[in-house]
């Protein structure tokens, strides 16, 4: 007999993070952050901790682990997700809380790195794997708090009728004392993985290859880190400050904390209607009206940039196909605009097929084409060989997969990757024909802005 799903309003708080602030250094702990207050373009914030089954994948296999047992398997990673999130789906029906239109009411919250695309493609191994950490970690909850902004309200989840159940989540939810002698701080220079001369040879190997006909376009990215103590709460807390986005998130994983100021959806599925909107086209934002406005309208003239968008947008068409029908591309060419930087986003949007499950639809597009290029197998393959390392969780994808079916992920870029006394970010573009070496590199160090402006805040003396 399955359980129902029980909601309990509770206290609405402005700000989401007054919540998690009190159980961040939880393992297991997720935030997906609508970046509320200081953006206004996201409208729910999802909160959950302590899972009752998680899945995490390093190499060939996957630990499937319960209270009760654990499960080694070296099958695909999204169809063991699939299958264990489909049998706890089972388990808990959320049908009766269907009316009050939640985007989550449990289910499979997490991340899926870019290098877990090497269990569905057959990719070379050039690039150091310098990140060292799973390349799935998933856990599967039966209780969540969904944070609505728009109608400021507050829900707690759960899928156990007993006082007890609801007990033990006010109990995780309490405030706890933080040791005061953990602050975060950065403990070395940060460094680049590229000098100004590599990168331009990474970019001229690029150009070979499109001019070979190889591909239309190589997304060329580069990594910075620097070695770190303390509580990468903290520093999340900051990043969010002066770096609002829609798709952010907190991951407090086993090893490893993810901190992510995501602007990029990559796929929403809801009630069988998908989206994705790519971003291709940036400019840094600007405090003169004047020049601002300039950059607001060179973006949306660039021919260079409205081609880009346009090869992925095309890419994005082509992989949800696989699962969906009745594709079109509703938005072209939108301007969005953020803390740092102006984006040149379009809309892509299907119907899924019947029979095919929210997995299904993200193992066929993974990883995003906004951050490989096209065609996407080849691109990859450049970008395995052109980059020295792996890339890990960046440009991978991070949100939840529902009890009832609906999905939402971003792209998982303007994230910081701390595990091992490390701390690690990337940031990159799309090198086409006509692109200027100057000004890629030079935009890899605008998307990252707000990277390294909340690491030097932290720099140890």
């Not at 969010?240 to 609002?244: F, G, M, S, Y």
């Not at 992925?312 to 994005?316: A, C, F």
């Not at 299904?360 to 193992?363: A, F, P, S, T, V």
């Not at 597009?365 to 906004?370: A, E, L, N, R, T």
């Given at each position: 007999?399955s359980?129902?799903?029980?909601?309990y309003?509770?206290?609405y708080?402005?700000?989401?993070a007054d919540i998690v602030?009190?159980f961040a250094?939880?393992?297991?702990?997720?935030?997906?952050d609508?970046?509320?207050?200081?953006?206004k373009?996201?409208?729910?914030?999802i909160i959950?901790?302590?899972p009752?089954?998680t899945?995490v994948?390093?190499g060939e296999?996957?630990?499937?682990?319960?209270k009760?047992?654990?499960?080694?398997?070296?099958?695909?990673?999204?169809?063991l997700l699939?299958?264990?999130?489909?049998?706890?789906s089972?388990k808990f029906?959320s049908s009766?809380?269907?009316?009050?239109?939640l985007?989550f009411?449990g289910?499979?919250?997490?991340?899926?790195?870019?290098d877990?695309?090497?269990r569905?493609?057959n990719?070379?191994?050039?690039?150091e794997d310098a990140?060292?950490?799973?390349?799935?970690m998933?856990g599967?909850?039966d209780?969540?708090m969904v944070v609505?902004?728009e109608?400021?309200k507050?829900f707690?989840i759960?899928?156990?009728e007993s006082?007890q159940k609801h007990?033990?989540?006010?109990?995780?939810?309490?405030?706890?004392q933080?040791?005061e002698?953990?602050?975060f701080?950065?403990?070395?220079?940060i460094?680049?993985?590229?000098?100004?001369?590599?990168?331009?040879?990474a970019?001229q190997k690029i150009?070979?290859?499109?001019?070979?006909?190889?591909?239309?376009q190589?997304?060329?990215?580069?990594?910075?880190?620097?070695t770190?103590?303390?509580?990468t709460?903290?520093?999340y807390?900051?990043l969010?400050?002066?770096?609002?986005a829609?798709?952010?998130?907190y991951l407090?994983?086993?090893?490893?904390?993810?901190?992510?100021s995501?602007p990029?959806?990559f796929?929403?599925?809801?009630?069988?209607?998908v989206e994705?909107?790519?971003?291709k086209g940036?400019?840094?934002?600007?405090t003169d009206?004047?020049e601002?406005a300039?950059?607001?309208?060179d973006?949306?003239t660039?021919p260079?940039?409205?081609a880009?968008?346009?090869m992925?947008?095309?890419?994005?068409r082509?992989?949800?196909?696989?699962?969906?029908?009745?594709?079109?591309v509703?938005?072209l060419?939108?301007?969005?605009?953020y803390?740092t930087v102006h984006?040149?986003v379009s809309?892509?949007?299907?119907?899924?097929?019947?029979?095919?499950?929210?997995l299904?639809?993200?193992?066929n597009?993974?990883?995003?084409?906004?951050i490989?290029?096209?065609?996407k197998?080849?691109?990859?393959?450049?970008?395995e060989?052109?980059?020295?390392?792996?890339?890990g969780?960046y440009c991978g994808?991070?949100g939840y997969i529902?009890?009832?079916?609906?999905m939402d992920?971003?792209?998982a870029i303007?994230?910081?990757?701390q595990?091992?006394n490390?701390?690690?970010?990337?940031?990159?573009?799309?090198?086409?024909?006509?692109?200027?070496?100057?000004?890629?590199y030079?935009?890899?160090f605008d998307k990252?802005?707000?990277?390294?402006?909340?690491?030097?805040r932290f720099?140890?003396?």
């Open positions: 007999m359980s129902q799903a029980v909601i309003p509770t206290l708080f402005e700000d989401s602030n009190r250094e939880q393992e297991w702990t997720v935030f997906l609508s970046g509320h207050p200081r953006s373009q996201g409208r729910y914030d959950s901790g302590n009752v089954c899945l994948t390093c296999n996957t630990t499937i682990r319960t009760n047992e654990v499960i080694i398997s070296n099958e695909n990673p999204f169809e699939k299958s264990e999130l489909t049998r706890y089972e029906d009766n809380i269907t009316a009050l239109n985007p009411v289910g499979a919250l997490g991340y899926f790195s870019y877990l695309a090497r569905l493609e990719l070379p191994n050039f690039a990140e060292a950490i799973p390349e799935m998933v599967i909850y209780w969540a609505d902004h109608i400021k507050s707690l759960c899928y156990n006082q007990d033990d989540i006010q109990q995780f939810l309490n405030p706890r933080v040791d002698n953990i602050n701080s950065i403990t070395s220079d460094k680049a993985h590229y000098s100004k001369e590599t990168y331009a040879q970019f150009k070979h290859y499109l001019k070979e006909g190889d591909c239309y190589v997304n060329l990215t580069q990594r910075f880190s620097a770190c103590e303390g509580n709460w903290q520093t807390e900051v969010r400050e002066i770096n609002a829609p798709f952010s998130a407090n994983f086993p090893d490893v904390k993810i901190l992510s995501s990029e959806r796929l929403k599925l809801k009630n069988g209607h994705t909107k790519p971003i940036t400019r840094p934002r600007k009206d004047i601002n300039a950059q607001l309208n973006l949306m660039n260079k940039d409205r880009e968008n346009v992925i947008v095309d890419l994005l082509n992989d949800i196909s696989k699962v969906c029908q009745k594709v079109g509703p938005k060419f939108e301007i969005e605009s803390a984006h040149l809309t892509v949007t299907g119907e899924l097929k019947p029979n095919q499950h929210a299904d639809l993200l193992e597009c993974f990883p995003g084409g906004s490989t290029g096209a065609p197998l080849r691109a990859m393959e450049i970008i060989e052109i980059e020295p390392n792996r890339r969780v994808a991070m529902g009890f009832d079916g609906n992920t971003n792209i303007r994230t910081l990757v595990s091992d490390s701390i690690r970010f990337w940031a990159g573009g799309g090198i086409v024909n006509d692109s200027i070496v100057e000004n890629e030079q935009e890899s990252a802005a707000a990277m390294f402006d909340v690491l030097n720099k140890k003396d």
